[in-house]
């Protein structure tokens, strides 16, 4: 029998807010153990939440964003479950009446056509803490620094069919959230991690099979493995003749598979009520609008305009515009030496190559984007020749270096006087008596035997050109 697998997702995203969801308490990632924390995000009696407008504004943006009605009627729940790194026993989010519904992505499945993706809500709610534990001592440390930081939970329908349209619709949420400036999505920080519930039936079939959840994989690789894992496990044991349990699953990425952690509850198990801490959320129209007027140039609309009015192709601007990074480096750069084409080069070329050889994620790029501008401009004025604007770069990229003193300090401007170009040609002309002879019977090796003495003699600093062009008169 052939089986299809049937996925859903639900996506958590930590919030760019400067604040906590309910509290005033810093959300910047790391910090000595528990010093972000007070009474209100650790859950001491009698301290009561106040709504940060920050990540409101947030939720909004990302209903809008991804094509959802903002519910102007909303609330906050409690969701009961006990768990060491939740501090008070309950989670803070919304059950009943989530601040977004009805959205949807559009991906391209596996054959390359367009599928829609349907997002069922989005909600607010507080992330837990962080624990630490130490086989060698057999102990369990919590951290609460993380605690109270608001996220969004972004869930789906299980409109997913295969590991490569899951990986698609995450790139492409990344994306928004990051041009939008709602998460910076850090997946190796925690920023962005998502649950995957996945069950298998007989293709042809409309009917849901039983299914499981693996939760918090914060990598495109893990999450395609996990997927495919979990799909043959299940398929496995129903050709087998065993049953499927619904259970929470950890996903091992060192050992490729995944492990039951625990039956999985439904909703009715949380108790969810509402909080009674937290008054019902009205949201005015007027609010919306003024949220919508502050959503950026969103990938597609941006992708589009590149390759519209800028003329470029559309493979480097679907690698740009993927990330918001490679985008801000871009504009900057374009705008610098006003070559859009000549800087998507460079970063298609030189940048990408420096970024895997370093192991270094574009939100990672640190240096000056107006410097690459700098450089592009500097080699069309022919003060610098190709390979010394991409030495210059390299510097740049790790250093930040101001490439105009660099140059300067390193003595790497090309030489312009004509006379002491010549000067030094016609010494290797005069040193090299052999290889004038054997160009002159026809050997053509000779001349660029002679041209790369001539570029060593003037350190690279002569236009190649020009020596060609004196070589060449004093030979003949």
């Given amino acids: 029998m052939a089986y299809e697998v049937v996925i859903g997702l639900e996506v958590h995203t930590e919030l760019s807010s400067k604040s906590k969801i309910f509290c005033s308490c810093t959300t910047l990632f790391g910090g000595e153990a528990n010093s972000h924390i007070c009474e209100g ?123 490569a349209e899951v990986v698609s619709y995450l790139e492409k949420l990344r994306s928004i959230l990051q041009y939008a400036d709602i998460s910076d999505c850090k997946m190796q920080e925690g920023s962005l991690r998502a649950d995957i519930n996945l069950s298998i039936r007989p293709k042809g079939s409309q009917e849901l099979g039983v299914r499981t959840e693996m939760k918090n994989l914060n990598s495109f690789r893990a999450i395609a493995r996990a997927i495919e894992s979990e799909t043959q496990r299940q398929i496995d044991a129903l050709r087998d003749g065993e049953e499927i349990i619904q259970e929470t699953r950890r996903w091992d990425d060192d050992k490729g598979e995944s492990f039951s952690m625990r039956t999985k509850e439904d909703a009715l198990d949380y108790r969810y009520f509402p909080d009674p801490d937290l008054p019902p959320l009205t949201i005015s129209e007027d609010m919306i609008e003024k949220v919508r007027k502050t959503l950026p140039e969103m990938p597609e ?20 515009t993927d990330s918001v990074h490679l985008v801000r480096v871009f504009e900057e750069t374009a705008k610098v030496c006003a070559d859009p084409k000549e800087a998507a080069n460079w970063i298609m070329g030189e940048l ?58 390193n003595n790497l401007e090309l030489l312009t006087d004509n006379t002491a170009i010549k000067a030094a040609v016609e010494k290797v002309v005069a040193e090299n008596e052999k290889s004038v002879n054997e160009y002159k019977s026809g050997k053509k090796k000779a001349f660029q035997f002679l041209m790369g003495q001539s570029m060593k003699a003037l350190r690279g600093q002569a236009p190649a050109q020009e020596v060609s062009k004196l070589l060449k008169e004093l030979l003949d």
């Fill in 301 to 320: 609309e941006k992708k589009k305009r590149y390759i519209e009015e800028l003329g470029l192709p559309e493979y480097d601007t679907g690698i740009i």
């Fill in 41 to 163: 995000c650790t859950g001491f009696p009698g301290a009561l939440p106040v709504l940060n407008e920050a990540v409101l504004e947030r939720a909004i943006k990302t209903g809008l964003a991804t094509n959802c009605e903002i519910n102007l009627q909303n609330r906050f729940d409690r969701k009961h479950y006990f768990y060491p790194d939740s501090p008070t026993a309950y989670q803070t989010t919304q059950f009943y009446q989530p601040i977004c519904l009805n959205g949807y992505l559009e991906v391209e499945d596996e054959e390359g056509q367009t599928k829609k993706i349907r997002i069922k809500e989005i909600h607010m709610e507080e992330d837990a803490g962080k624990l630490s534990h130490d086989p060698f001592t057999d102990t369990s440390l919590v951290d609460y620094n993380r605690a109270g930081v608001a996220l969004l939970e972004i869930v789906s329908e299980p409109d997913f069919r295969s590991a």
């Fill in 352 to 409: 990408l190559m420096l970024l895997k050889d370093s192991q270094t994620l574009p939100e990672n790029i640190d240096f000056d984007p107006s410097y690459l501008g700098k450089i592009i401009n500097m080699l069309k004025e022919g003060k610098i020749n190709r390979g010394t604007a991409k030495k210059v770069f390299a510097e740049v990229f790790a250093k930040n270096m101001e490439p105009e003193a660099y140059i300067k300090e």
